[in-house]
Structures are given as C-alpha cells and as structure tokens.
C-alpha cells in the first residue's frame, strides 16, 4: 500500500516538473517575440500631465517650464499644457 502511494507521489512529481518545464520552454519562446515594457530596461516612466500617460524618460518630450522639468507624450501635450497654464 505505501510503496503505491510512494509511486503515486513520484510519478506526480515528475508530471509536475514536465508540465512547469513545457510551461517554461513556451513562456521564454514567447518573450522573444513580445514586445517589452521599458519599464523592464529599468528605465523611468514620467507621467504627461495633460493625457496622464506614462512615457519612458528618454521617448519623452522634455520642456522647461519657468525652471522645472516637465514630461509629455507628445510636442502637442506640451504645447496644450503651455497653453492651459497661461490661460
Ligand atoms: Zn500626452
């Protein structure tokens, strides 16, 4: 009886560790072919004030306003930031 229940939870094991390999193996196929989040790189992501999406610091658009940095998507988010600050 034991010596079943012993080949029972090897035989478990071993499928267990089958299925996380085959489950591994797909995943890193898949990783070459997906698309990374720069937020992997280790790189920043700055937040446009105006569509409050998050860029990566060196895809942004960066301009100064009266002495501080601001981070857009886009030259258009900046120029509507600019535009609604002034107004
Ligand atoms: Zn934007």
């Known amino acids: 009886m ?16 089958i299925v ?3 489950k591994q193996s797909k995943i890193g196929k898949n990783e070459n072919y997906r698309f ?3 937020s992997s790189s280790g790189e920043d992501l700055v937040e446009d004030p105006v569509c409050h999406t998050y860029v990566p ?3 942004a658009y960066k ?3 009266s002495g501080k940095h601001y981070y857009f998507c886009s030259k258009q988010c900046s ?3 600019t535009v609604d600050k002034n107004n």
Request: aromatic letters at 22%; proline letters at 3%.
């Open 2 to 17: 034991l010596i079943k229940l012993v080949i029972f939870i090897i035989f478990f094991y071993f499928l267990y560790k």
């Open 36 to 38: 990374k989040p720069s």
């Open 20 to 22: 996380n390999a085959v």
């Open 63 to 65: 301009k100064e306003i």
């Open 57 to 59: 610091v060196s895809q």
């Open 79 to 81: 120029e509507k930031y």
